[in-house]
């Protein structure tokens, strides 16, 4: 059977069920491709992460998987749990989660529903096949698993990144000595979704800058909600304490436009040159009303 792959968001980062049927149907003895519209398939899945990524004409027998498609089907235990097929998208790194789901709550966010509570999901050795590894769990620190694992990954000389951020409240003297030890791929990546988080972030940096944990880069998500007061004073508390802010306005589940003043408040701080230069009342006056 020839099985075509389409990759409905094209992003540019891979996309991992997909990676992962690749390689069962490989496995199966299936002949695996891109989708394309001039072949002609025996069948074709697509996978879409974002609600807000339009649809596309595909064959009316394709089966459709994901979040984007408000899906609630997950992939099989034998497929979840296989070894991405990386040749798909030519990757040089890693993918996959050491566990899945959050224990917190915020109001504004889907892994809760979607996941549920921390679990375990899998061993590092489970999907890597390159030194570098890309995680995407969404809280790794509120699971033992999640840190046996960070440890196993240092002691397998394996440079990681989480690429989600970590959960600063969960960054004690234990987590730090062991997150300092570990080989990061990128700056120690953090998030400040709210302005509840500041002390925790302060304590998390000073603790793994006194166990010398490297590289001494840290870069910080903040989620840009209506108010974007509230964000540009978490800008400006990360500022101080000698992180990157990297600002993401938020985008509901139906896709609704974030507005203008979060849209610039994104371009200011994520453009360095910029935020190195000017303060950000200075910028929006300098954009006469565009982004
Ligand atoms: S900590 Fe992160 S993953 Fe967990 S509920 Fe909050 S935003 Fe979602």
Redesign the pocket.
Known sequence: MLVGLHDADNTGFPNIPLMKLSAAYKQAGHEVRVYSEEITFDKVVSSKVFTFTPEQDLPVSTVKGGTGYRSTTSLPESVEHICPDYSLYNCTESYGFLTRG?????P?????AKEGDIRAHADIEEFTRHRDVVLMD??VLASRHGMDQIARATRLQLRIDFN?GL?ARRISDVEARILSKALWLKPIRL?C?SATQMPSIQKAVALLRWHNATPRRYFCYVLVKEDVQDALERVRFLKGLDLDPFCQPYIDEAGTEPTLEQRQLARWANTKMLFKTMTFDDYKESRNGRV
């Open positions: 959050c224990p917190n709550k915020c504004w966010c889907f892994v809760p969404n809280n989600q959960d998030a979704d």
